[in-house]
């Protein structure tokens, strides 16, 4: 069992930067590929990146790459999103979430273990 914490998000503007923190208590964390996803009002929720065990390999949606990125201290049992140059459409609930496969995918089904969420919202 591993237990997910997500900080960090709020108001940001277009053009502006935010970093999202998730920290994890519970089974060694190096056991885990980690994820960020997010789910904006009526529509499904949807994978944004993820990253190895290590930190080894990173995969990003189209979406956000080249904007996003993903690291991890596992030292520190945390995992972040650094999101620049933000747009309104990245308005959205932004969920860590952690994965027991040796290789993280962008399926969610992959992820038995998910934080509460922290909402994020873009103004123009």
């Known amino acids: 069992q591993v237990q997910l914490v997500e900080s960090g998000g709020g108001l940001g503007q277009a053009g502006g930067s935010l970093r999202l923190s998730c920290v994890a208590s519970?089974?060694?964390?190096?056991?885990?590929?980690m994820g960020w996803f997010r789910q904006a009002p009526g529509k499904e929720r949807e994978f944004v990146l993820a990253i190895s065990r290590y930190g080894g390999s990173t995969y990003s949606a189209d979406s956000v790459k080249g904007r996003f990125t993903i690291s991890r201290d596992n030292a520190k049992n945390s995992v972040y999103l650094q999101m620049n140059s933000l747009k309104p459409e990245d308005t959205a609930v932004y969920y860590c979430?952690?994965?027991?496969?040796?290789?993280?995918?962008?399926?969610?089904?992959?992820?038995?273990?998910w934080g509460q969420g922290t909402q994020v919202t873009v103004s123009f």
């Open positions: 519970g089974r060694a964390f190096n056991t885990y590929g």
């Open positions: 979430a952690a994965s027991s496969e040796v290789t993280p995918r962008p399926e969610p089904n992959d992820y038995a273990y």
